[in-house]
Structures are given as C-alpha cells and as structure tokens.
C-alpha cells in the first residue's frame, strides 16, 4: 500500500554562515523503517536536489518515513562550490577513520567532525537510525559500493538506476563509512549521478524500491553501536544522547 505525502520540516542546525540546515520529514515520526536522502554534501554537486524534491510529492510504502535532506552544504550551494565556506570538504570530514590532511580539494578540516554541517547531519543519524541511507554526488555515473552494507540493496539500486556498482578507494572521513558504523542495522551509499540534470523518476523508483524491501526494525531494538564503537566516531564535546531539534513545523507539498 501506498501512502500520501504527510510533511513536516525539521531544522538540524545551521551552517557556518548561518544557513540553516533543514530535513523534511515525510510521514509519521516512530516509523518501524527510517530512510534517509541527502540531495548533495558538496555545493558543485547539485543533480540529486531535484530527486529530493520529488521524493517529497511521492507516495510512499506503508510503514516507511522518508528524512530528506535538500542540501547539508548550503553555503557550498550558494557559492557553487565543493567545499563549505571554511574550505572543508564535508565528507572527509566524518569522525571515522578521520585523518588530517593539508588545504586542497579534499581538506578533512582541523579536527574530525569539526563543521557545523558535519554535526548537523550526525545528529540525524543518531536520531533516526536510517535502515537505508542515500548520498548523491556526481560525476562519476555510478554507485559507490560500500563494502560494508548490504550488496543486495545496492545492486538493486544500480540495477533500477542504469548505473554500474564500483568500487572507489576506502576514503577516510566520509558520511557514509561513519553511519554504516553506528547504524547496525543500516545500508548507506553514494550514488554518483552523471553530469547534468538527473534523470529523476528513475531515482525516484530506485529509492522506493529498496524501502519496500529494507527490514522493518521491531519495537524496542536498538540499532545503535556499542558504547566502545561509539567512542571511535564521536567528536569531542559532542554527546551520545539523542539529539534535540527544534520542533518540527507543518509543510504544504511542493
């Protein structure tokens, strides 16, 4: 069965340069399965918004909350660039497997975990638990296997989409390799879209497939790392217990 899009609209936190970083929740909050998509972690990387916005009108698969996230580097989209506005590259700059590197393209940042947008979508995850996680990036036309989630679900994301599953490097410091490490229960990926405009009723079909067929998580389990993974991925300062967002505010439909 298929269900109506029933909106609300969270603020996560907000960017260096005060932008705020938004997730609309589409459908009931407790839903046994969390699902969570992400139009870009990179401002030069745009493609992947309009599969977002689309998912917002779609109807979903009983059971299922969609969290989706338009852009968690607004000031990167704002400039038209890769970085956020301190010159970090968001996803290297995930608290796991974090390493420092020097001032370039793929600069980690001074610490991991140490970019307001970082947080904000860390406190998501720890909210959530997604049981399916979906990173769009672009140029590369592919889907980015992640090794350590399930190789069924992204098979058949690749299959719906036309794009191949590959391997890349096991880059430090990423979104996906930190919540594949705290969510236990969680599938996250990178789809690289191709340059240009996505094709989106593809996409849109590929992320509702695999909703339907992630597990629902049963009532009172908790998908969380044990206390001593957790201490691996947690940035200083930062705490453990479910975050607090501002309270979610009714959303008309795009």
């Known amino acids: 069965m298929l269900l109506a899009a029933a909106l609300a609209s969270v603020v996560l936190g907000h960017s260096v340069q005060g932008r705020e970083i938004r997730a609309t929740r589409v459908g009931e909050a407790g839903a046994p399965v969390n699902v969570l998509v992400v139009g870009d972690v990179h401002g030069d990387e745009p493609a992947g918004e309009a599969i977002v916005a689309a998912l917002r009108r779609a109807s979903r698969p009983a059971g299922v909350t969609f969290w989706l996230v338009r852009t968690a580097n607004p000031d ?4 038209g660039t890769r970085h956020n506005a301190r010159g970090v590259d968001l996803n290297r700059n995930f608290p796991w497997r974090w390493r ?4 370039g393209v793929y600069f980690p940042g001074p610490r991991a975990g ?8 860390m406190r998501l995850v ?36 036309g794009l191949p599953l590959r391997s890349l490097p096991a880059y430090r410091g990423t979104a996906i390799g930190w919540e594949n490490a705290l969510v236990r229960d969680g599938t996250a990926f990178v789809v690289e879209l191709r340059a240009g405009p996505a094709p989106v009723a593809r996409h849109v079909r590929a992320v509702l497939a695999l909703a339907r067929r992630v597990p629902a998580r049963p009532a009172g389990v908790s998908a969380a ?18 975050p607090h967002f501002a309270a979610p505010r009714a959303e008309a439909p795009a």
Do not use: K
């Open 76 to 79: 990167g989209r704002a400039a």
């Open 100 to 103: 420092a590197g020097t001032r």
């Open 114 to 121: 140490s970019e307001p947008e970082t947080r904000a979508l």
């Open 126 to 161: 720890r909210r959530v638990r997604p049981q399916l996680g979906v990173y769009y990036h672009q140029h590369m036309g592919i889907i980015v296997r992640a090794p350590e989630a399930d190789q069924a679900l992204q098979r058949e994301y690749a299959r719906r989409s």
């Open 225 to 242: 790392a044990p206390a001593a993974r957790l201490s691996a991925f947690r940035p200083a300062g930062v705490s453990a217990a479910a």
